[in-house]
């Protein structure tokens, strides 16, 4: 086995097999290691299978907010369907259409455990113990994700807690489930397990999706409390212990709740406790610190992508770093010029400042940019217009009871919009054009030119732009 790759990319996640396409389509031969399944956690254990066990709740849901399909609807969700649905689209736990895709880019894929060893060293452990020495000519990279974080709380781990795996590869629902964490993965399960028919617990140390505008937040909370889950706001967790079946969660407050199991969904934690980054001189566990080029400070030929960077960790901002870092590396060991050229080898500045995020609760939350609290932290003239989307004609025909509000966050010096943030149900598709403009820093007088067809939610843009026209008037 020839052991000298131009790259090595340690992880086949999304971001790992995008950095090794754009490596291997520049030119670069390319070494893809991987202990696991080649997708990662997003194709297994994360995006697609909660939004799969997410989406036949929601469709039920809206067909019995319409009239006529209303009707027709006589039963509840069948369970078992719903998991065999999320067991397609997660192929079985099956990576072989994955595997074939590597093999059909040209990326020579590599199973086993992939850890530095050196400077452009990586030791590869298979899971029968055999071990392969790879080196790189010109760079290596990281992309090993995330793992679950398991509070330090007396009693937690040895009440044996779910992780977002066990939630979302879920076979047998358990009738009551107690959940720790009040942020997207929390707000995200509680929707998926009360759908299911859990009687749900929420244990919140601060607020539900403290990170998003406090009326999304207000929203979601209404309906998970109209649904039956109980959440519990603002107290920490003092201990746990598994008593027969049940899981009991004392709170600091003196109370106890009890499920049949926990999820811990309190935060992640950086895959590089045995990722032998403290061969290369840097602190296993930590997370690694990156340049725009996603190149690990210090180094000349280490690089750390997606969640580990701990800069977006979402899956499609890690996807758009693969994707810089990948065309990177090309540049460098080809001595072309690394800029902010859009079609060359450019950097990933889009987490400075529009990061567009989709949470699939009910209803949905779609946001990019920032809040208004943040936007006026930042010390910028800010207009915020607010708008009830219920009162906007395509929404009258999506539904007979549609709720939802959308928020957009004006820098009035300069006339852009800095922030958006729908809650309401579908939303999601609604936040790219936000996001486009955002990131476009597009003059709102242009805006007016960018007409939203009629019936659809959309046309909100326009009573935005109204809004802010009537208040620009009255200013003169």
Same mark, same amino acid.
């Given at each position: 086995?020839?052991?000298?790759?131009?790259?090595?990319?340690?992880?086949?996640?999304?971001?790992?097999?995008?950095?090794?396409?754009?490596?291997?389509?520049?030119?670069?031969?390319?070494? #893809?290691?991987?202990? /696991?399944?080649?997708?990662?956690?997003?194709?297994?254990?994360?995006?697609?299978?909660?939004?799969?066990?997410?989406?036949?709740?929601?469709?039920?849901?809206?067909?019995?907010?319409?009239?006529?399909?209303?009707?027709? $609807?006589?039963?509840?969700?069948?369970?078992?369907?719903?998991? @065999?649905?999320?067991?397609?689209?997660?192929?079985?736990?099956?990576?072989?259409?994955?595997?074939?895709? $590597?093999?059909?880019?040209?990326?020579? #894929?590599?199973?086993?455990?992939?850890?530095?060893?050196?400077?452009?060293?990586?030791?590869?452990?298979?899971?029968?113990?055999?071990?392969?020495?790879?080196?790189?000519?010109?760079?290596?990279?990281?992309?090993?994700?995330?793992?679950?974080?398991?509070?330090?709380?007396?009693?937690?781990?040895?009440?044996?807690?779910?992780?977002?795996?066990? @939630?979302?590869?879920?076979?047998?629902?358990?009738?009551?489930?107690?959940?720790?964490?009040?942020?997207?993965?929390? @707000?995200? =399960?509680?929707?998926?397990?009360?759908?299911?028919?859990?009687?749900?617990?929420?244990?919140?140390?601060?607020?539900?999706?403290?990170?998003?505008?406090?009326?999304?937040?207000?929203?979601?909370?209404?309906?998970?409390?109209?649904?039956?889950?109980?959440?519990?706001?603002?107290?920490?967790?003092?201990?746990?212990?598994?008593?027969?079946?049940?899981?009991?969660? =004392?709170?600091? %407050?003196?109370?106890?709740?009890?499920?049949?199991?926990?999820?811990?969904?309190?935060?992640?934690?950086?895959?590089?406790?045995?990722?032998?980054?403290?061969?290369?001189?840097?602190?296993?566990?930590?997370?690694?610190?990156?340049?725009?080029?996603?190149? $690990?400070?210090?180094?000349?030929? #280490?690089?750390?992508?997606?969640?580990?960077?701990?800069?977006?960790?979402?899956?499609?901002?890690?996807?758009?770093?693969?994707?810089?870092?990948?065309?990177?590396?090309?540049?460098?060991?080809?001595?072309?010029?690394?800029?902010?050229?859009?079609?060359?080898?450019?950097?990933?500045?889009?987490?400075?400042?529009?990061?567009?995020?989709?949470?699939?609760? %009910?209803?949905?939350?779609?946001?990019?940019? #920032?809040? /208004?609290?943040?936007?006026?932290?930042?010390?910028?003239?800010?207009?915020?217009?607010?708008?009830?989307?219920?009162?906007?004609?395509?929404?009258?025909?999506?539904?007979?009871?549609?709720?939802?509000?959308?928020?957009?966050?004006?820098?009035?010096?300069?006339?852009?919009?800095?922030?958006?943030?729908?809650?309401?149900?579908?939303?999601?598709?609604?936040?790219?054009?936000?996001?486009?403009?955002?990131?476009?820093?597009?003059?709102?007088?242009?805006?007016?030119?960018?007409?939203?067809?009629?019936?659809?939610?959309?046309?909100?843009?326009?009573?935005?732009?109204?809004?802010?026209?009537?208040?620009? %008037?009255?200013?003169?």
């Amino acid at each position: 086995m020839d052991t000298m790759y131009d790259v090595i990319v340690v992880g086949a996640g999304p971001v790992g097999e995008n950095v090794a396409d754009r490596t291997t389509r520049g030119g670069l031969r390319t070494a #893809l290691v991987e202990g /696991e399944r080649v997708g990662g956690e997003c194709s297994y254990w994360a995006c697609m299978p909660s939004k799969a066990l997410l989406r036949s709740g929601a469709a039920l849901r809206a067909a019995r907010a319409v009239g006529g399909a209303a009707q027709a $609807v006589t039963g509840d969700l069948d369970v078992g369907a719903v998991l @065999a649905r999320r067991d397609r689209l997660t192929h079985g736990g099956d990576d072989t259409s994955q595997v074939e895709w $590597v093999a059909s880019a040209g990326i020579e #894929l590599i199973r086993g455990h992939g850890r530095l060893a050196g400077e452009r060293i990586v030791q590869v452990t298979a899971g029968d113990g055999r071990a392969v020495t790879l080196t790189a000519r010109h760079a290596v990279a990281v992309c090993p994700g995330s793992a679950a974080l398991i509070p330090d709380i007396p009693g937690l781990s040895e009440a044996g807690p779910w992780t977002n795996r066990d @939630a979302t590869g879920v076979q047998d629902i358990p009738a009551s489930l107690v959940i720790l964490g009040g942020g997207v993965v929390a @707000a995200e =399960m509680a929707t998926v397990f009360t759908d299911l028919g859990s009687a749900v617990t929420m244990v919140v140390r601060s607020r539900l999706l403290r990170g998003v505008e406090p009326f999304a937040a207000d929203a979601v909370r209404a309906s998970l409390t109209h649904r039956g889950v109980d959440i519990r706001e603002g107290i920490a967790v003092a201990a746990a212990r598994r008593i027969g079946g049940s899981v009991h969660v =004392m709170l600091a %407050d003196g109370r106890t709740v009890t499920g049949d199991e926990v999820l811990c969904a309190t935060g992640r934690l950086p895959r590089t406790t045995d990722l032998g980054v403290d061969a290369v001189g840097l602190v296993p566990g930590a997370w690694l610190d990156v340049d725009d080029t996603q190149r $690990v400070r210090g180094s000349d030929w #280490l690089y750390a992508v997606g969640d580990v960077n701990h800069r977006a960790a979402l899956t499609h901002q890690g996807k758009y770093q693969a994707r810089a870092a990948g065309d990177v590396i090309v540049a460098r060991a080809f001595g072309r010029p690394v800029d902010d050229r859009p079609w060359g080898a450019h950097v990933a500045t889009a987490d400075h400042a529009a990061v567009p995020q989709a949470i699939f609760t %009910d209803p949905e939350i779609a946001a990019v940019g #920032l809040t /208004e609290a943040q936007a006026r932290e930042k010390g910028l003239p800010v207009r915020v217009l607010d708008h009830d989307l219920s009162w906007i004609a395509g929404a009258a025909t999506w539904s007979d009871d549609y709720r939802g509000r959308a928020r957009a966050v004006v820098d009035t010096d300069r006339e852009v919009l800095v922030g958006a943030t729908f809650v309401g149900p579908e939303v999601a598709e609604l936040v790219h054009a936000a996001t486009i403009a955002v990131v476009a820093e597009v003059p709102l007088e242009r805006l007016w030119h960018a007409v939203p067809p009629y019936p659809t939610v959309s046309e909100v843009w326009l009573r935005w732009l109204e809004e802010y026209g009537r208040s620009a %008037d009255r200013s003169r």
